[in-house]
């Protein structure tokens, strides 16, 4: 029993780190063409859009989803699969009202917003456009959670890849239609939307609201196509076999007591992200426009940006480092999701494999976690030349020493992020409120303090990521030691992947600095990486750390 749970835990997360990467995979290569398209003013705008959203995105795919999902494994556990498919049909109704009120929500704020925190007035079409994505992704939420309350992460992989794949179509297709038809007018007449533009300058300044909004559509339809696939396969999948008479009352409200907590709880969390993101706009704000100019010399060189939009442009180049920057949050992210279900369903049977899972858990964590930010450290420079040193060079220039010291924050983020999904898992989402808001005025006042001073700028984003991270992965762990009365080692937990991802980079630095540097920089990095790979994997295997049994899980269905 103990080993099918592992197994059963292993295989979904295998599943969802799969898909993940494959979605950052093709993120990667939609925003190459994306960014030669809308630019970094458009980035921008595309950035400015995402942070209105994502508190909503939180609530509509963070709190009432992990409700559902962990709910269905207790009931499962218990064997009541009639509160399981109460529990099913109330969810849909439930999750169109969370989702209809985030996209009235959007829509309510997207002006406010754009024109008083964010400073950019321009990007109110971009977030209209997002704003239904609200509504598809809470009525997809529906259909998934309920399959990886099963332990099932089949819907939930495919709905992310598919939501990938139709922004990256449909996003770059409507971008460049929309480009090459004003661009073609101002040619053609000098005029960009019936107002006479006096340079190209100024031209693409008065194009860039309008594709960065037409690139934003294709995230839409992207949800909407989630949307279908999930219904549909929920269901084929786990058709209702009994009729509505015969189901318990009550789901709805169960659903709602128990998601109650973990809504405040992720409201309290996404406004920390909204809160940091908002602040480090303003905080550049604070910096002036000649500071920037200053300090972005050299990327504001090999570029076309009106002055007007200069802080916009720099938010484009922080907004850029954050796509690399959450790429490991955004893997280990799968383990959370995967291990609501298994940890729900072995804490409610009193099972002794309970300390065991969530032990690994955090130590899989670890492991991404800590390779993620060595290995983002390592390469940051080559990294970035790869997806845009061709297309976008000032990206590069402008980007690469901010996103070496993001590349330390990734550990953190993706500890707390884990142990997060652990307590809610649990049912303890209340208990999570006091170290989000002491998590959020840690990390909003640092950016405050360290963003407006020259000698900092950006890189007091990183530093205050990093320690709020910190704070929060500390705070929750001794939260569950103090609940749960778990025990682990922590030698095997934290200080041996943590060892060995160190010793990795030395290694990969003296040998690359020894023998790859005659070499072009795309082998001298995919060496660099094959061999960052091959000997952290080597590593882990003779410090115990990682086991060929546990890889042979993950690979089985």
């Known amino acids: 029993m103990e080993r099918t749970t592992k197994q059963k835990y292993l295989s979904a997360a295998g599943l969802l780190l799969v898909a993940t990467a494959a979605v950052k995979v093709i993120g990667a290569v939609y925003k190459i063409p994306l960014t030669g398209l809308i630019g970094g003013t458009g980035r921008g705008y595309f950035s400015t859009a995402y942070t209105l959203f994502m508190p909503v995105h939180a609530i509509t795919l963070g709190a009432f989803p992990v409700a ?4 269905v494994s207790k009931y499962r556990a218990t064997g009541d699969s009639a509160r399981v498919a109460a529990l099913q049909r109330s969810a849909c109704g439930l999750f169109f009202w969370v989702g209809l009120a985030g996209t009235a929500l959007m829509v309510l704020l997207a002006g406010p917003y ?3 925190v964010a400073g950019a007035p321009k990007a109110v079409y971009t977030v209209l456009i997002l704003a239904p994505t609200a509504l598809f992704s809470a009525m997809a939420a529906a259909h998934r959670a309920f399959a990886e309350g099963h332990l099932n992460m089949v819907p939930t992989s495919v709905c992310q890849v598919l939501e990938a794949l139709f922004k990256m179509v449909f996003g770059l297709l409507f971008a460049k239609l929309s ?3 004003l661009y073609q007018i101002y040619l053609d007449t000098g005029m960009v939307l019936g107002n006479r533009a006096e340079s190209e300058t100024a031209a693409l300044s008065m194009m860039y609201p309008v594709t960065a909004a037409c690139a934003m559509l294709g995230v839409t339809l992207g949800a909407l196509a989630a949307w279908v696939y999930a219904a549909l396969y929920d269901r084929f999948r786990y058709p209702h076999r009994l009729p509505r008479r015969q189901l318990p009352g009550g789901a709805t409200q169960e659903l709602v007591r128990f998601a109650l907590p973990l809504v405040v709880a992720t409201v309290i969390q996404s406004l920390s992200g909204f809160a940091d993101t908002a602040s480090v706009q303003m905080c550049l704000g604070l910096c002036g426009t000649a500071q920037l100019q200053q300090i972005f010399a050299v990327p504001l060189s090999l570029t076309k940006v009106a002055e007007k939009d200069v802080v916009t442009y720099v938010y484009g180049l922080y907004s850029t480092v954050q796509d690399f920057a959450h790429l490991v949050p955004s893997l280990t992210m799968a383990l959370g999701v995967a291990a609501v279900p298994a940890l729900s369903g072995a804490y409610q049977d009193q099972s002794a494999r309970f300390g065991s899972l969530y032990a690994g858990i955090l130590k899989y964590t670890v492991i991404l976690g800590a390779a993620g930010s060595g290995g983002l450290a390592l390469f940051s420079y080559e990294v970035l030349s790869l997806f845009y040193g061709t297309s976008s060079p000032d990206l590069v220039l402008g980007c690469h020493q901010l996103l070496f010291w993001f590349a330390f924050t990734a550990l953190p983020a993706a500890l707390s992020s884990t142990c997060v999904f652990a307590l809610q898992a649990l049912g303890y989402a209340k208990r999570l409120l006091l170290p989000f808001s002491l998590a959020a005025v840690l990390r909003v006042g640092l950016n405050f303090l360290l963003i407006p001073n020259g000698r900092f700028h950006l890189y007091g984003s990183a530093v205050s990521t990093a320690v709020s991270f910190l704070f ?13 009365k778990v025990k682990f080692s922590r030698t095997e937990v934290f200080a041996k992947p943590i060892l060995a991802v160190i ?3 030395l290694t990969v630095k003296g040998v690359a600095g020894v023998f790859f ?5 795309t082998w001298n990095f995919v060496l660099s990486a094959v061999l960052f790979s091959a000997v952290l994997t080597i590593l882990l295997l003779l410090f115990g750390t990682l086991s060929t049994k546990d890889l042979h899980f993950a690979g089985e269905r």
């Open 472 to 484: 929060l992965s500390v705070y929750c762990l001794v939260l569950m030691r103090g609940i749960t």
């Open 68 to 71: 559902l999902s962990g709910l």
């Open 179 to 181: 480009m090459g038809r």
């Open 114 to 116: 754009t024109r008083l």
């Open 503 to 505: 010793f990795t980079c």
């Open 517 to 521: 540097t005659q070499l072009q920089n």
